[in-house]
């Protein structure tokens, strides 16, 4: 069992930027497909950022591409996501996912997910 944990949400002036971390404990990350998600009030869940089991490969949609970047250091069991110039739009809680795959996975299919950090971007 793989239980991850976000921590950095917060709330910032549009423009702003955060830093999301998600860790587990006990489980080290190395073989898992790291994803980003988010979900706004009344939303479906949507896709963020993905990256590669060994962090070479990373993946976006449209909607943050520039802006926002995921990574990972899996001696530290830590994925990260940098939000920069953060919009109104982007207020959502943001979810971790991890599923054991050498594939990106940009959909929801991932079998563990954090119980999520509120992230509130202010006009």
């Known amino acids: 069992q793989v239980q991850l944990v976000e921590s950095g949400g917060g709330l910032v002036q549009a423009g702003g930027s955060l830093r999301l971390s998600c860790t587990t404990s006990?489980?080290?990350?190395?073989?898992?497909?790291m994803g980003w998600f988010r979900q706004a009030g009344g939303k479906e869940r949507e896709f963020v950022a993905a990256v590669s089991t060994s962090g070479s490969r990373t993946a976006y949609p449209d909607s943050v591409k520039g802006r926002f970047t995921i990574s990972r250091d899996n001696a530290k069991n830590t994925v990260y996501l940098q939000m920069n110039s953060l919009k109104p739009e982007d207020t959502a809680v943001y979810y971790c996912?991890?599923?054991?795959?050498?594939?990106?996975?940009?959909?929801?299919?991932?079998?563990?997910w954090g119980q999520g950090t509120q992230v509130t971007v202010s006009s």
């Open positions: 006990g489980r080290t990350f190395v073989g898992y497909a």
């Open positions: 996912a991890a599923k054991k795959s050498g594939f990106i996975l940009t959909t929801l299919q991932y079998d563990y």
